[in-house]
């Protein structure tokens, strides 16, 4: 099956820091979707992205879809207390109608 | 307002029995999910149904069962054949197309818990 790969695992940031966390796949995906979960909550979408090179920004987040169809970033700018949660990237190759997932970035923000 | 509505929100099971998650949709879409969280692993794909009365076994689906007699519901069992049930289980819906799924929801789970 597809694999994905997200790091960092882990981060511990500074409030008023910027994030970046990234995945990658084994196969080309024409899908990248961002999510957050709070504790005990379901994943909420943060951002889409549909098509190779682009970039989508929601507040404070960007999001890009790598060229090569293989890889997809996430940045947050100026982190706040609320930002912390794990972070899922989700990708779907030609042909599948569901989401392989990465195994997410725990976000801790130190005020 | 749409959305994904999973029930209950925690659930203990004995050794041996089976128990049913309940995950019901009104946002009309035709495909949903099933996954399995356990801390450190992401997300894993139980069962999907892309359109009523069908049904696919995703990554891990020994253990587990589904149905999609109606479109808003695709109800999960989780049986006594599924030796490490304690885990907190995500319901997700979507509209499927060719280019990629639009409209990928969650439900907010159910941790269930063998006692």
């Known amino acids: 099956g597809q694999q994905l790969n997200q790091s960092p695992q882990s981060m511990f940031i500074q409030e008023g820091e910027d994030v970046s966390m990234n995945c990658t796949s084994s196969?080309?995906?024409?899908?990248w979707l961002w999510y957050k979960q709070d504790p005990g909550e379901g994943p909420v979408l943060l951002i889409a992205?549909?098509?190779?090179?682009e970039l989508t920004s929601n507040g404070r987040l960007t999001a890009q879809f790598g060229i090569t169809r293989k890889d997809s970033f996430l940045n947050i700018s100026a982190s706040i207390p609320s930002d912390v949660g794990i972070y899922f990237c989700g990708g779907s190759g030609a042909g599948s109608y569901q989401l392989t997932f990465g195994k997410g970035t725990k976000l801790s923000v130190i005020p | 307002d749409g959305g994904i509505t999973q029930s209950p929100k925690y659930l203990f099971r004995k050794e041996g029995q089976n128990v049913t998650l309940s995950c019901e949709q009104n946002l009309n879409h035709d495909a949903m999910y099933w996954y399995r969280q356990d801390p450190g692993q992401g997300l894993r794909l139980i069962y999907y149904s892309q359109i009523v009365n069908d049904f696919q076994k995703g990554d891990i689906a020994e253990g587990y069962s589904v149905s999609r007699e109606k479109k808003e519901s695709f109800p999960l069992t989780v049986t006594s054949a599924q030796k490490n049930p304690t885990a907190f289980y995500l319901c997700?819906?979507?509209?499927?197309?060719?280019?990629?799924?639009?409209?990928?929801?969650f439900g907010s789970g159910t941790r269930l818990t063998v006692v």
């Open positions: 992205l549909y098509k190779a090179g």
């Open positions: 997700a819906s979507s509209i499927p197309k060719t280019g990629g799924p639009r409209g990928y929801t």
């Open positions: 196969s080309i995906f024409n899908t």
